[in-house]
């Protein structure tokens, strides 16, 4: 079971992005628990302003501290428990190994920034990791918290049918996955692998291997250089490389 927390100026954005297949079903199960939180409701003034112009001038606004610190406190209690993330630009890059490790948890808070982004004393007071989902800059911190919430949700335990897939999936082990064929074995021409259909459980395991091993060999080399291969893997890369 996971709880996520979400503080943000738009929680409507969320309403529709849980509702539907495996997280729909992870929430029916009571797996996943998803809490919205309007920062705006945190700000105490009349206006309930949210954000200001920032000290030093320049363009854009820049998101006030004192709300999200309200928020916060007022839905954090046990801070050990709790993980509170922000969504920024500036953080770690989001991979599949922090998806895993966040998956562990039983609690996670995400800051979602907009604007120029948060007064730099949520980051420096009030957060616990900081994380971007890619080199690029978007418009808030509402996506990449979805994106953070979709792909650690599907690795907390019961929340996919079918365990398995997990463990194959592309960059679970470090590669890309093997490529995936369902009916008809032949479509206009377009022939199934013929090992795929020879009930040879070790041949298929052999070639999704060697295929797994070929395919991030062509589309990320880099992940090569990091994974741990074994004897017969490097054997394998040998003789694709030969061709
Ligand atoms: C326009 S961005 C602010 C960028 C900020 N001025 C900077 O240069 O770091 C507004 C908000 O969108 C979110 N955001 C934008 N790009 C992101 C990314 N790649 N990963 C995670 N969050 C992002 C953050 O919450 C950020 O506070």
Redesign the pocket.
Known sequence: MIRFDILSLFPEMFESPFHYSILKRAKEKGLLDICLHNIRDYAEDKHRVTDDAPYGGGG?MV?KVEPIERAISSIVHHRDDVLIV??????EL?NQDIARELSSCSRIVL????????DERVRTCLIDRE???????????EI?AMVVIDAVSRLVPGVLGNDESVVMDSLSDGLLEYPHYTRPANYRGWQVPEVLLSGNHRDIQAWRRRESLRRTRLKRPDLLKKADLSGKDKEILESIKKG
Do not use: A
């Open positions: 854009g998101m922000l969504l920024t630009p500036q953080g989001f800051v979602c920034g907009h604007y120029e982004g948060v994380i971007s989902i890619g080199d690029y800059i978007m418009t808030g911190g990449p």
